[in-house]
T-cell receptor, first 113, second 112 residues
Framework: EDQVTQSPEALRLQEGESSSLNCSYT??????LFWYRQDPGKGPEFLFT???AGEEKEKERLKATLTKKESFLHITAPKPEDSATYLC??????????????FGTGTRLTIIP | DGGITQSPKYLFRKEGQNVTLSCEQN?????MYWYRQDPGQGLRLIYY???????QKGDIAEGYSVSREKKESFPLTVTSAQKNPTAFYLC???????????FGPGTRLTVL
């Protein structure tokens, strides 16, 4: 069974203090890994897709990387507006080409001014 | 302005009632999904539809029903058979440059 595990569950950082969030996965044949940002009471917002080990993508203060077993979301010099829950997910084929996403439980990031 | 809309934003239901949550998209995506989100748990798939007039059960379909009569619309009915329906419900459609899923703003359902 495909599994996605995120750590830590919650992370509090001072403004400007860089850190990383982890997403480890167990899937049969990785066909991509997605990162989303979710603000309280809102739907997840797409950030990145990574397809192969060694791939990196950046957006403002966020950089996502991928290895064969895990992905990291690095946040550099964060600001209070980066506070959110960050979710990762992997696609799984269910049948006849149908696809679903298996999500981790997320990391709740709080940036303290 | 393309996107996914869900209504209502908040919904209150008495025990024993069926309620229907609306999901509409104008992204011209074929695939649509319904997820449930509970505190401390990841998003769990309720139903999905790859094409009009076809849909499949997800991981937690019991107590829910859907229809897909139009490409743009994928309503979810929470029936009285769902034992613990209080949750945040999210609708998504799949497409885009990376085949990613786009999410609506969600509906928070509370059973009184």
């Amino acid at each position: 069974e495909d599994q996605v595990t995120q750590s830590p569950e919650a992370l509090r950082l001072q403004e400007g203090e860089s850190s990383s969030l982890n997403c480890s996965y167990t899937v049969s044949g990785l066909r991509g890994l997605f990162w989303y940002r979710q603000d309280p009471g809102k739907g997840p917002e797409f950030l990145f897709t990574l397809y192969s080990a060694g791939e990196e993508k950046e957006k403002e203060r966020l950089k996502a990387t991928l290895t064969k077993k895990e992905s990291f979301l690095h946040i550099t010099a964060p600001k209070p507006e980066d506070s959110a829950t960050y979710l990762c997910a992997v696609p799984t084929n269910v049948n006849f080409g149908n696809e679903k996403l298996t999500f981790g439980t997320g990391t709740r990031l709080t940036i303290i001014p | 302005d393309g996107g996914i809309t869900q209504s209502p934003k908040y919904l209150f239901r008495k025990e024993g009632q069926n309620v229907t949550l609306s999901c509409e998209q104008n992204l011209n995506h074929d695939a649509m999904y319904w997820y449930r989100q509970d505190p401390g748990q990841g998003l769990r798939l309720i139903y999905y539809s790859q094409i009009v007039n076809d849909f499949q059960k997800g991981d937690i379909a019991e107590g829910y029903s859907v229809s897909r009569e139009k490409k743009e619309s994928f309503p979810l009915t929470v029936t009285s058979a769902q034992k613990n329906p209080t949750a945040f419900y999210l609708c998504a459609s799949r497409g885009g440059n990376f085949n990613e899923q786009f999410f609506g703003p969600g509906t928070r359902l509370t059973v009184l």
